[in-house]
């Protein structure tokens, strides 16, 4: 994507867009909506996110202006990689992003997504659950708690 094509589809949002509340700015977009790409250790990981104030969306299922104001009100965002994190266009520069994925799945547009805001960046990838192989990178996976703690402990010393 050009640089300044998000310029443009932000400065296209003509309308004033209502930044929910959040808590702290703090959103984790776990997948749980759709099928494919499962935190397979799902309990865990949602439990250490609610826990260090991170509110869960379910992004997908939100009407495209709600889905524009809450990246505009984050400041700081967990998100299974995929088309979830298509709103980063519209957060604010600076914004903490970590994407969990399984270790098989080549994505790299989000980071350049990410990378357009002036995110601090995380990508944190964990091992596809055993007998799924024959569904490459929709497998699902999961994420070390140690490692994700480790991830947010960074972004909290830096801002996010």
């Known amino acids: 994507m050009h640089p300044a094509a998000g310029l443009v589809m932000r400065q296209a949002i003509c309308l004033p867009v209502p930044a929910p509340e959040l808590l702290g700015g703090r959103m984790s977009l776990l997948r749980t909506e759709t099928s494919s790409r499962q935190i397979a250790n799902l309990a865990e990981i949602a439990g250490l996110l609610a826990g260090r104030g991170y509110?869960?969306?379910?992004?997908?299922?939100?009407?495209?202006?709600?889905?524009?104001?809450?990246?505009?009100?984050?400041t700081s965002v967990v998100s299974v990689l995929g088309s979830g994190l298509t709103g980063l266009l519209y957060s604010p520069e600076g914004l903490a992003v970590a994407s969990l994925a399984p270790d098989n799945f080549g994505d790299s547009f989000f980071y350049a997504l990410a990378q357009n805001r002036r995110a601090r960046y995380f990508d944190l990838r964990g091992p596809a659950v055993p007998g799924h192989e024959h569904m490459k990178h929709w497998n699902p996976f999961s994420i070390s708690v140690a490692t994700l703690t480790e991830a947010l402990d960074r972004l909290d010393a830096t801002g996010g």
């Open 55 to 74: 509110k869960p969306v379910k992004i997908g299922l939100l009407p495209f202006l709600e889905q524009v104001g809450l990246f505009r009100a984050a």
